[in-house]
Structure formats: C-alpha cells, structure tokens
C-alpha cells in the first residue's frame, strides 16, 4: 500500500471538523474535487469507509471516529517537529488562521496584522471574518480576536487595545427638526438605527450615569446587522446609531455627524487576541503574540 502523507491526514481531520468537503477544501487549500477524491483514495487504499455521505450531510462512521480520534494528537506532534524546527530559522514561518468579525478585522488589519507580515514575511495568515461567535478549536483556528468581555474562559487572551469608546451619532438632516436627547430616556422619542446581534436578538442600548446603568430596547424602522451598514444609514440621516468611536470620529471631527449624550455611555472592553492554552503552538502565532506584547510596551 502507498504511504499516506500528512496532506491526506491534515485532509481526513479537516473534514471531520467541518462536516462538509467544500469548507475542509478551503482549509486545506486546495479544491473540493480534489480533497473529496483524495479521501476517497485513502478508504480504497485503508479498505474501510471514513465518512458517511449524503447530498446533505457528511458524518464519522464509527471506523472514522476511532481513526481520528487516534489521529489528531498524532498530526499535533507532527505540527510541533515543525514547528521546533522552524525556531531554528532566522525568521518564523507557518501559517495562523485567525476568526474575528468584521469590525475587529477593520480595526487590526493594518495597523497590527499587515505591520506583522511586513516584519515576518515568512509567515502565511488566513484572517476569517464572520460576526457570529465561534468555538475556534473545534472549527480548526489557531486564534481569535473579540472584545475581551467576549472571549471564553478558558482561553488565553492578548489586549490588542485599550477600553474601547462608543457614541450615539446623528446625521445634522436628521436634527433639522428635532432636539438631541439630553438623557438616554428621550430616545424612546427619537428613531434609531437598531443593531441585530448574531444570535438574533436585538442590542439593548446600554447607559451608565452617577453609578447606574441601564439598557434600553430603542424604537426604530430600520433594523441592521453590519455596522458600515449602519453608518452609511446613519449618515443619510435615517436615524441616530450606537456605534464605536473608530467609526464614527472622523465624521464627528468633519461634521458629518453629531455626538450626543456625552458622559452618559461606558467603555467597553478592548480588542484581544485569544487562543486555547494548549501544548503544541504554532510558531507563527508564537511570533504574533511576542509582536504585538512588543508593540504594546511603552517606548522608553
């Protein structure tokens, strides 16, 4: 029997995480004929099916099970000669898949991410951004990065930034006929732009003044679930918005839009960098990590 290559194992343990050959090609980086087939040979040659099959579904057979259960601390020791081995290089290399959202990929990609490959330019990343919270073990990234009140416990967590700052904003059209709030009660007499979370619930504002806080489900027409979206409505002057600063201070600089209810909204955490406190660590996350502790140290 032909040897089997790590390429087919990576393949098999991509496929098992994901329960779909067309997201483990994307994995793997190669195509879903290629990956399919690829498995396929290997049963051939192992004699003994891995996966069941529908055109809907795709799961373990016991065998499978067994066999990647097996598998995956082996691949990880592998993984981990490699990277011992490429500490001994001048420059790390690897690659480190990263999940985030679309805001937080915003916020980093050029100021910590694009800044890392141009130091490391050995190392491969693959950011993926999708706003829903993930368990990136089991989906196969090697890190994360959320707001800090959002990472799992049982995680190791690296700040990026500091506490973040939102603003309620509006357009100077959409004030034309009306006064600004003066306290977070009055919006239930304004519109506002209402931000739908990725578990489906919609975002209650939140308020804190002179040691209370509270949250309030705002009226509104229009119902988002992407903050540029809610800016661009924002700004058209559909309505007020509850957005981080980042996104909206070059506006407010410009006069674009309006700051209101200043002193009445509180800090949220800042981005971090996450990632399972597990044995075998790649090396490209290894340097990710030291770059940005280096970059977060005060400049003497």
């Known amino acids: 029997m032909r040897k089997i290559g790590t390429v087919e194992l990576e393949a098999v343990l991509a496929v098992a995480r994901r329960r779909s050959f067309r997201v483990a090609a994307i994995d793997v980086g190669i195509s879903a004929t290629a990956i399919s087939q690829m498995i396929g040979g290997l049963e051939a040659r192992l004699g003994v099916r891995l996966f069941n099959r529908t055109t809907r579904s795709v799961s373990l057979t016991h065998a499978g099970e067994q066999f990647v259960r097996d598998l995956e601390p082996a691949v990880d ?7 011992t081995i490429n500490q001994h290089r001048d420059k790390p290399a690897g690659s480190v898949r990263i999940n985030t959202s679309v805001g937080a990929a915003r916020r980093v990609l050029s100021p910590i991410i694009l800044e890392f490959m141009r130091r490391y330019p050995d190392v491969q990343i693959d950011l993926t951004t999708e706003d829903r919270p993930i368990d990136i073990v089991a989906e196969g990234f090697d890190a994360g990065i959320r707001l800090r009140d959002a990472v799992p416990a049982d995680m190791i967590a690296v700040a990026l930034q500091p506490a973040e700052g939102f603003s309620v904003v509006g357009a100077p059209s959409y004030f034309a006929n009306r006064m600004p709030p003066s306290s977070p009660h009055d919006l239930l007499n304004h519109t506002c732009i209402r931000a739908r979370m990725p578990s489906g619930s919609i975002y209650r504002w939140e308020f804190e003044h002179d040691g209370h806080t509270t949250t309030l489900d705002v009226p509104g027409l229009l119902t988002l679930d992407e903050a540029s979206l809610t800016l661009e409505a924002t700004l ?11 996104w909206v201070e070059s506006y407010v600089r410009s006069g674009e839009l309006i700051r209101v209810l200043n002193g009445f909204i509180p800090d949220s955490s800042g981005l971090s960098l996450y990632f399972p406190s597990r044995r075998y660590q790649p090396a490209g996350l ?11 140290r005060p400049s003497s």
């Open 286 to 296: 290894r340097a990710l990590v030291a770059f940005i502790e280096q970059e977060r």
């Open 236 to 246: 058209a002057g559909v309505g007020l918005a509850y957005l981080a600063d980042w």
């Open 77 to 83: 020791a592998i993984n981990h000669a490699l990277d």
